[in-house]
Nanobody, 126 residues
Framework: QVQLVESGGGLVQAGGSLRLSCAAS????????MAWFRQAPGKEREFVAA????????YYAGSVKGRFTISRDNAKNTVYLQMNTLKPEDTALYYC???????????????????WGQGTQVTVSS
């Protein structure tokens, strides 16, 4: 079982940047497809970005494409989310998620993940 711990959230002004990290412990990290999701108050959890085991395939939500970049360092058991040009609507609790995968498959829906971190808060002020 993989345990996930997010960090790097905080308060930032609109137009600023943050880099989220998700450290994984447990089984072989490189066997897992990873993703970031977010949930704003009163809203459902939504997909942000996903990467396959060796970052061959990456996907982004339309609302963050061109501003956010997902990456991973399998040697460090860590996945990152670089967030640039942040907007107030990016304010949410950000979660990383993991799913065992065969091959270079990335997953983008909440229902496809069973392993979740506790979340890190990102607040963007206008």
């Amino acid at each position: 079982q993989v345990q996930l711990v997010e960090s790097g959230g905080g308060l930032v002004q609109a137009g600023g940047s943050l880099r989220l990290s998700c450290a994984a412990s447990g089984r072989t990290f490189s066997n897992y497809a990873m993703a970031w999701f977010r949930q704003a108050p009163g809203k459902e959890r939504e997909f942000v970005a996903a990467t396959s085991r060796n970052r061959v395939n990456t996907y982004y939500a339309g609302s963050v494409k061109g501003r956010f970049t997902i990456s991973r360092d399998n040697a460090k058991n860590t996945v990152y989310l670089q967030m640039n040009t942040l907007k107030p609507e990016d304010t949410a609790l950000y979660y990383c998620a993991a799913r065992f995968a065969v091959g270079e498959i990335a997953f983008t829906s909440v229902a496809e993940f069973s392993l979740w971190g506790q979340g890190t808060q990102v607040t963007v002020s206008s």
